[in-house]
């Protein structure tokens, strides 16, 4: 059997102390694969930013176990973890935050920047990902001269450049109208995800549910449901 891109076992998480301490994440367990587009739907405060950001290095579970390609993530070092979120991970925040002083196809440099890649063939590699994402007539542009939707391709093409196994977009299409967020998931379907690759979302939105695999239904810090395929409705 192939292993699986992320196993999360048993994962739980709180936050705060004695009356005002929340349970975030009660005891989660989940596998994703490569090829894969998984959905994390549920609930405003269900716990999926939580899980994801324990999935990506980001926050560290107080008990459980994430697996990345087998290897346990919360067992690296410091200095391990950096690299591992750096080299491994790629996550798309909600608003973007790309940097507004900066030029588009710069902002999609920053990641080889940070890995000390010269100047001049990060830039040269950040307008290939634009390219990938339709954007090269826009390299030059600040953000904010970009549209929504064409921001999101930026954010998508930034967390792309250091070619990570797992992509990770939290609510990709929050802040988009429903064509542009459809063309968007349609497209990281079709252009980013490949059998190398596995890409986690957290959405609310069920007019993307259509890309989905496989949707992971969340409430209250636990896994209610998960729905495959075939069984999804838009
Ligand atoms: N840093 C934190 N400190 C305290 N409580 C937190 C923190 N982060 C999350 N929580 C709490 O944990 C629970 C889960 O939050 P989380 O952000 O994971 O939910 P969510 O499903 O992503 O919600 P939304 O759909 O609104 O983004 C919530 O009750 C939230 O208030
Ligand atoms: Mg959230």
New binding site residues.
């Given amino acids: 059997m192939t292993e699986a891109a992320v196993k999360a076992t048993e994962l739980e998480k709180s936050?705060?102390e004695g009356a005002a301490r929340?349970y975030?994440?009660r005891g989660i367990s989940f596998e994703a694969y490569f090829g894969e587009m998984l959905y994390f739907v549920?609930?405003?405060?269900?716990?999926?930013?939580?899980?994801l950001?324990m999935i990506s290095g980001i926050l560290k579970p107080d008990s459980g176990v994430v697996k990345v390609e087998g290897k346990d993530i919360w067992g690296l070092s410091a200095n391990e973890i950096a690299d591992f979120r750096l080299n491994k991970v790629g996550f798309v925040f909600q608003d973007y935050h790309l940097f507004p002083k900066l030029s588009t196809v710069e902002n999609v440099a920053i990641p080889l920047i940070l890995k000390k890649q010269d100047w001049e063939r990060s830039l040269e590699t950040a307008m290939e990902f634009l390219e990938v994402v339709g954007l090269t007539d826009r390299a030059s542009l600040p953000p904010v001269k970009l549209s929504g939707g064409e921001q999101q391709r930026v954010a998508i093409a930034r967390a792309i450049v250091s070619r990570p196994d797992i992509l990770i977009f939290?609510?990709p299409t929050a802040s988009l109208d429903g064509l542009t967020g459809k063309r968007i998931l349609e497209f990281v379907k079709e252009n980013i995800l490949n059998d190398k690759r596995c890409i986690l979302i957290?959405t609310?939105d069920s007019r993307i549910f259509e890309f989905a695999d496989r949707i992971i239904g969340?409430e209250d810090?636990r896994i209610v449901k998960i729905t495959s395929g075939g069984e999804i409705e838009g």
Avoid: N, W, Y
């Fill in positions: 936050f705060g929340t975030a994440i549920g609930p405003s405060g269900s716990g999926k930013t939580t899980l950001s939290d609510e957290v609310h969340m810090g």
